[in-house]
Every structure is written in C-alpha cells, then in structure tokens.
C-alpha cells in the first residue's frame, strides 16, 4: 500500500520481550502508531543475546505480527542495544583559533568536534554515539553552534557512547538474517527518552529510568542535554528470581505473585496479612507473608535505583527540576513510585507522550516506550541530517565501524 507520509520500524530485543513498532511520521510531524509485534523473548539474558537461534525464532515471530497489525512489509528497522558494557562519557575538546582570526569558522568548530569525539577506548570497544551537549565561546555555554561569532578559544562538549563492539555485532546480524536492514544503532535508554521526555523537561531537568526484565536503563538531561547515561545489569526478573530463592516458589508462581499481590513502598499499611494465588477452580494455590514479599521487592528494586544513584555526577539530582520519569515494565509494580520518590527526593511520573497516536491502545503502554522511542529518534535524526553542517542538534549522528 502507497503512503506519502514516512514510516520507520522501532525494534528492541529485550530480556523479556521482543518488540517491533512500526510508526508513521506524517508531514506535521505527528507520529501515528500503525502496528505493534511483540513476543516473550527467549535466548536473551540482561539485554545481550546469548541463544542466537531461540532469539531468531522470537524475532521472526515479532516481524510477523508487527507486519499483519500495521499493513506493511518491514525492510528495515532502528534497532536499539543495552547491556552492561556499554558506557556513556562526558569528553570536551578545545580548540584556539588562529591569531588574526577572531571570527569562529565552521572548520573551527569542526576541529574542536573533532578533538571532543577523541575518546580512548577499550580495544574490544566500539563508539556508537557522538552526542553534542553545547559549545562554549572564550568558557560562555552555546546552546547551537557558535559560527560567525567573535572569540578565541571554542570548546565543543560531547556525550559518547561506546560498547563491545562483537556484542553489538551479534544483535545486527540476528536482525539481518531475517533479513532486515539496520537503519541505525541507539542505546536503548536514549531512544526511551526520545518518548518519555519534551524539551522543557530537558531544559529543567529530568532522569529517565527503563526497568525491563534483565536491565536498569537510566538516561539524565541537564540544560537541554544529555549528561549521563548507562545500563545496570539487574531488572524485574532479579525480584522475581529473589521471590523465588526465598519462598521456594517456582519461578513462574514467584512472579505471578510479585505481580498480583506486591508492593515497592514502605508503607506498612500495605503489608498486613498475607498474599494469596488461586489456581482455576478459586482455591488457594499460594500463601505467604505479606511482608516478607514486600521486603524482598523493596530490597531488590531500592538496590536497584541506589545504583542508578550512585552512577550520576555528583550533585546532578540537585539540578533535576522536572523530575524523574519511570518507564518500563518493571515500573508498573505496586509502590514503586513511592520508593523511587524516597531515593531520589524528585518528583515521579510516568510518561505519556501527546504527540503519538494511534488506533491501538497499548503504545500507551511502558512496556513499549523504548520501541516507539526508537520512531520518535528516527524522527529528528532524519530533520538532522537535512540540516546545513555547522547546525546539527543535540543527538548526533551514529558512526559504526563494521559498516552496514
């Protein structure tokens, strides 16, 4: 079927789920949601591919569904990556114009970008974003690039992102062998923040946290940009697998129960009596204590987001004005909110973004705001790349070594 307006596909193959979102950028701008595939994942472990043929099967299953709901056939998609090896830091490079040059020229700017991206790395590493925060003009922050200005000294300050490289590789050619083309790499919580954020958060302040079944994404904006970002190995599956070592439950139960019956917060209100499971006929299948299973989530999740705490720069939270913004599925327990309002001191939300829409319900849901992230990333890449050099915006291009 012809359509004028443009369509990209959002993939993120996760711990627990497997997820394709095929969007539609009309010429407002506007992004319509056309179809969602979704599948439990299977061969995934902490955001990383470990068994490539169960994750394949997933995959193609995704591909699947996310064809018949959305009416399209898929040829390619922006495929977002997590895992615990990938980093993301703060590097600046400094650039002295000539003497008898005090007007700042592009290959000046350039030569300061240049310098900021010259970040030494693991050998095994590969960078995977470029990221401009702002310049500086004689140490006065930019927010664009200071071309035809009067200086002498540009400072071009940048987020950058890197990984193993093999890691990385191994999710490009699960996607490729379906066969699909990878239209670009994005780290998984950057892509969440593209949705769960507007640029007034950004200019106040705002931390983004993803909880999926493996990982802890965590992407911080300070003055409009991006100062911090990361992934922690410990998700939803950790609490479940917690339930599980202290109940004897099976795993399955462990986690029916954490959902039905758990809360996150430290209100004891919520811990009086015990939690029950029923089997079909309404019997009870499953009793413990209501207590006992709070503190086993509580402990795991506050664990959990001390961690993100302790990875930020120091005194960041206290520049963090819009607040913190909880995504994922892990997000949806009972409580959580509330715990994460006693780690951080900051206001909560969850995020829902005006500017997408759509005939299905669930795009609404956290479980899939790294995948529509992902259309939303697209999106401004695409109004980047269009832009004259000298102008490019605050996420930057991806430079990949192995090619595509």
Excluded at 107 to 129: K, N, S
Excluded at 195 to 220: F, K, N, S
Excluded at 357 to 364: E, H, I, P, Q, V
Aim: glycine share 10%.
């Amino acid at each position: 079927m012809a359509r004028r307006a443009k369509i990209h596909v959002g993939l993120e193959i996760g711990t627990s789920k497997t997820c394709m979102v095929v969007g539609e950028v009309k010429a407002d701008s506007a992004v319509k949601i056309l179809g969602i595939g979704v599948t439990k994942s299977a061969g995934v472990r902490k955001g990383e591919v470990f068994d490539f043929t169960q994750a394949r099967a997933c995959l193609k299953d995704a591909l699947t569904k996310a064809e018949d709901a959305s009416d399209v056939e898929i040829g390619s998609v922006y495929l977002a990556v997590t895992g615990s090896h990938i980093e993301g830091v703060n590097h600046r490079g400094t650039y002295r114009l000539p003497d008898g040059q005090p007007t700042v020229l592009p290959e000046h700017v350039e030569e300061a970008r240049t310098i900021a991206r010259d970040v030494h790395i693991p050998q095994d590493h590969v960078y995977l974003h470029p990221i401009i925060r702002n310049y500086l003009l004689d140490g006065l922050e930019h927010s664009a690039s200071p071309v035809g200005l009067f200086g002498k000294t540009v400072e071009a300050d940048f987020h950058i992102v890197h990984g193993i490289g093999t890691r990385i590789q191994n999710s490009i050619k699960l996607v490729r062998e379906m066969p699909l083309e990878v239209d670009d790499i994005v780290f998984s919580p950057i892509a969440t923040a593209q949705m769960a954020l507007d640029r007034e958060q950004r200019e106040r302040g705002a931390l983004v946290i993803d909880v999926g079944g493996g990982t802890t994404d965590y992407a911080l904006y300070l003055n409009g940009a991006i100062a911090a970002s990361g992934c922690i190995p410990v998700g939803g599956d950790h609490v479940t697998n917690d339930i599980h070592l202290v109940t004897g439950l099976p795993f399955s139960k462990a986690d029916r129960l954490k959902i039905k019956e758990g809360n996150a917060s430290a209100d004891p209100a919520k811990s009086i009596g015990s939690a029950k499971l029923t089997d079909d006929r309404g019997f009870a299948e499953v009793e413990v204590s209501r207590s006992m299973l709070n503190e086993v989530i509580r402990q795991r999740l506050e664990e959990t987001l001390k961690l993100v705490l302790q990875r930020l720069p120091s005194g960041a939270m206290e520049a963090v004005g819009a607040g913190v913004f909880l995504t994922g599925g892990g997000s949806l327990m009972r409580g959580f909110s509330e715990l994460a309002f006693d780690v951080f001191k900051r206001d909560i939300y969850r995020p829902e973004s005006p500017e997408i829409s759509g005939a299905l319900a669930s795009f609404k849901d956290p479980h899939y705001a790294t995948a529509i992230g992902l259309i939303r990333y697209a999106q401004i890449l695409e109004t980047e790349r269009a832009t004259p050099p000298g102008l490019i915006g605050k996420i930057g291009s991806l430079f990949w070594p192995f090619g595509k």
